[in-house]
């Protein structure tokens, strides 16, 4: 097997080769330009895995690992339009870099050129992994439409939040997961076993992220805590102490929200000082572990060897169980 | 064979059914919305009629004429965010009716869509008919790039715009045939010079289109003439008197090209009196009947009886050498 280092360096070189920039070159270029910034790749290191650990031939996998790497930045140029966001990965974002048009046109071929990439994975399993790439990517524009509508929806439950986490990034995760394993001639129980395995640690990992924004360390999360608080983000925490504010009748989370003028500081020491009296930490604590034991669980059902499961439970610590 | 108005009516049948609003509304209802303001639907019945012409079983076709359908309009979404369109077909455009990141994410999700509905053609054509698809969106963005690019390059040939609108227009009316034709069992050369003839096609229909904006019977035509004079949009008989105007050290059109201020049907009528002065007008009908001459050479060649050749030949009239 291969280590996740070496896996990286392959992607990476296969990239290198086939991100070129041809004519027209202001479709092409920014695209370029973007899938270079960076990013942890962690995609198509999935898919790579998983193909890997069934003992398929990783060279048959990069296609469709570059495919996934494609559909995914195709996702993050038009969510940054959609976000106004000025920088990714401390990069300037393509419609700020070009112009709102080439953001939108050079995200469509991007999405067109995953296809194409898709489409040249060995023909016996293309229909497979066809499929489950578009149930996918349709899944991933109805996560970030459920992000986008509940920045306005008056009322939006945990279960709700979950629901729309595990579309916008679970499933992307679980996918290349399941599309590497049908790659490497896995058994289809076994597919469908590492999705379930990898969709519940996204789930687990997007938690993670939200207590970390709070609870982070400075210094290993490497930017200050209280981001999503003083944005009023939506995220598992918040919901579960406006929830629990409500059925208390506490009115002092609901104040703190509608307050246009503030002091950052002050802003999330009062929220966290809210989420202390409802034990909101230790309940998305809780939650996250849940999925990490369904995560667990189906990875213990995989028909794997002992060996081959332990790569995949250390990738659970360094996914989840991280504190940066 | 099916008349086209039964094509039209068993497509519209299947469109309906298929176009539901499910959840996210937000998501799905602007494309149920898009997809119901109407449209020639020109592309999904080329694909059944080529489909029936092969003596193919059309239900077999109907997902993949959805899908090109999807794409289409999809593509339409998009060039309307990018040409701050209010209209399309006389209703309000998506970004207008909702909002520019409905416009974007709707639109994503309506060519992902695209791609399953293709995934549901008879499993052993789908590859090949993929590989068509594919091919042809990129092709498509790649137009779309041109058109914007020429709009502010100083030169563009006759021959880059002809390849622009190749791009842009005509790709997908011939892989809209093809696909068809494969689906209707058709032999590979024969595929091709369906191809052929459906490109050649486009090509011609879209220099039309060109000739009715300068030369169209108002009444006819549903539009004042001279919408693209008015614009200095770089159709083909605007390039024609460019290249001539140069030539010729004749500084009259640029004059017109760079007011910023001018009265309409005196721009028209300038323009149009320099055009009488090229022969631009018997340029643009002789590049015109140069694309048809080739889409018949084509069509000569494709192993169908006259009967059948005879309908295509039709469709060439239908298609271009009209007055509307």
Do not use: W
Request: proline share 2%; charged share 25%.
């Amino acid at each position: 097997m291969h280590s996740i280092e070496e896996l990286r360096n392959i992607f990476l070189a296969y990239l290198q080769t086939e991100n070129k920039i041809i004519e027209p070159k202001n479709l092409y270029e920014p695209n370029h330009y973007f899938l270079q910034i960076g990013g942890k790749r962690l995609r198509p290191l999935l898919l790579l895995l998983a193909t890997d650990i069934f003992d398929g031939e990783i060279e048959q996998s990069l296609a469709a690992s570059l495919a996934i790497e494609y559909f995914h930045n195709f996702t993050l140029i038009h969510d940054d339009v959609m976000d106004k966001a000025p920088l990714r990965r401390g990069f300037t974002t393509i419609h700020e870099k070009y112009n709102l048009n080439t953001a939108i046109l050079s995200g469509d071929v991007l999405m067109i050129k995953a296809c194409e990439y898709l489409a040249k994975v060995n023909e016996k399993y293309f229909k497979t992994v066809f499929d489950v790439y578009t149930k996918t990517a349709i899944e991933v524009c109805e996560g970030q439409q459920y992000d986008i509508d509940f920045e306005t929806k008056e009322v939006v439950t945990h279960d709700e939040y979950i629901e729309m986490i595990r579309l916008k990034t679970s499933v992307l995760l679980a996918a290349s997961m399941k599309i590497g394993a049908i790659l490497g001639g896995a058994k289809k129980e076994d597919t469908e076993l590492l999705y379930q395995y990898a969709e519940n640690l996204g789930i687990a990992f997007q938690i993670q992220d939200d207590i970390l924004d709070c609870y982070g360390d400075e210094k290993l999360v490497g930017k200050q805590p209280g981001g999503d608080i003083i944005q009023n983000k939506k995220t598992l925490l918040l919901i579960h102490a406006i929830e629990k504010s409500n059925a208390n009748n506490d009115k002092r989370l609901d104040e703190i929200l509608k307050q246009s003028v503030f002091n950052n500081d002050e802003k999330v020491n009062n929220v966290l000082a809210i989420f202390n009296t409802y034990n909101t930490k230790a309940f998305g604590i809780e939650k996250r572990d849940m999925y990490i034991q369904k995560s667990i669980d189906a990875l213990e059902k995989i028909n794997l060897n002992s060996e081959k499961k332990a790569v995949l439970n250390s990738l659970i610590d360094y996914l989840v169980m991280r504190d940066f």
